[in-house]
């Protein structure tokens, strides 16, 4: 049995799909709320459902083969850095701690978000030395940074499971994001504008080396994250904090180009403010280094911008009923 924290969120959720296709025994671990989140699930058949408060006790009484730790607060707007150290660091150290006792493999989400600006590059260096230069933008990148300072150190005094791996993921998009809100993808944001038969609404740039619009990102389709999640839950000998991106950054417009062609709809573009809550902590550029991964062994090809937005607009138009 496996055990995914954080299931009903956005990779969780997609990753729990991939192994029901593939017939795993699969046990989640997350909350549910007042929210639609459940909708992420529909038609897996789960061996069990417990809380995060319970999750240790739980895992006492339970043969499980590794922990998938997705769950984390993910919002990169959020201001109460008590409760960020309490579900992002002080849980994450609890289920390494378990899974190093019992000798569990623990895979879990770290974020891009540690970079920052990337005044140190997107390297997924794992040196102590080079964590502590990285300076995040947000309390969430810096709770994710911090949890893989302390993971590199625990490595070094041997103290950790048979297998670990924090993954980097940088512009994830794809199906099942739904439930984000305003922390969505910028795809499934475009994606409801011209829907709507609105004119795209786009950032203005305060960068000198980007027009509007210009600003760009390794966007990556949450598919291929269930991929490297997946190539590393069955190669037990590569353990690390790896990147998982496509290596290639691209532009807002190419997000806008990607959608109109899909949609077959032709897009107006309005170039908008930038809010100042978002301006003083804006990347303009995000692009991830892939050599690591490649180099532990991962083979599999990326999917391209333009084929992840076709797909995933498929997904939308066929499920609208379920997932709008």
Request: with cysteine; charged share 20%.
């Amino acid at each position: 049995m496996i055990l995914i924290t954080g299931a009903t969120g956005f990779i969780g959720s997609n990753y729990a799909h991939l192994l029901s296709n593939k017939g795993e025994e699969i046990a989640i671990c997350d909350w549910f709320g007042n929210h639609d989140k459940w909708k992420n699930l529909a038609g897996l058949n789960l061996a069990d459902i417990v809380d995060p408060e319970n999750v240790l006790g739980w895992l006492k009484h339970n043969k499980i083969s590794h922990i998938i730790h997705m769950g984390a607060v993910s919002t990169t707007t959020a201001t109460d850095v008590d409760y960020l150290l309490k579900q992002n660091f002080e849980l994450s150290k609890k289920l390494w701690y378990w899974c190093t006792e019992a000798r569990i493999r623990f895979i879990y989400a770290s974020s891009a978000a540690t970079y920052g600006a990337g005044e140190q590059g997107f390297t997924d260096d794992n040196s102590l030395d080079y964590l502590k230069k990285l300076r995040p933008l947000n309390a969430y990148g810096w709770s994710k940074n911090l949890f893989d300072m302390w993971a590199i150190t625990q490595v070094m005094k041997g103290n950790h499971p048979p297998q670990w791996a924090g993954l980097k993921f940088f512009n994830v998009y794809g199906p099942r994001e739904t439930h984000k809100g305003p922390q969505r993808s910028v795809a499934h944001q475009l994606f409801e504008q011209m829907k709507r038969g609105e004119s795209i609404k786009l950032f203005k740039s305060y960068h000198p080396d980007y027009p509007d619009g210009g600003q760009q990102r390794d966007f990556v389709f949450v598919d291929d994250c269930c991929e490297v999640i997946n190539w590393l839950s069955h190669t037990p000998s590569v353990s690390g904090i790896f990147n998982v991106g496509t290596g290639k950054a691209r532009s807002f417009f190419d997000i806008v180009t990607g959608l109109s062609n899909a949609m077959s709809q032709k897009a107006n573009i309005e170039f908008i403010e930038m809010p100042d809550q978002i301006k003083q902590h804006y990347q303009y550029f995000t692009q991830s280094d892939m050599t690591r991964l490649q180099s532990a062994g991962y083979k599999l090809s990326f999917t391209s911008l333009e084929q992840g937005i076709e797909t995933y607009v498929n997904f939308l138009e066929n499920n609208k009923d379920f997932y709008s």
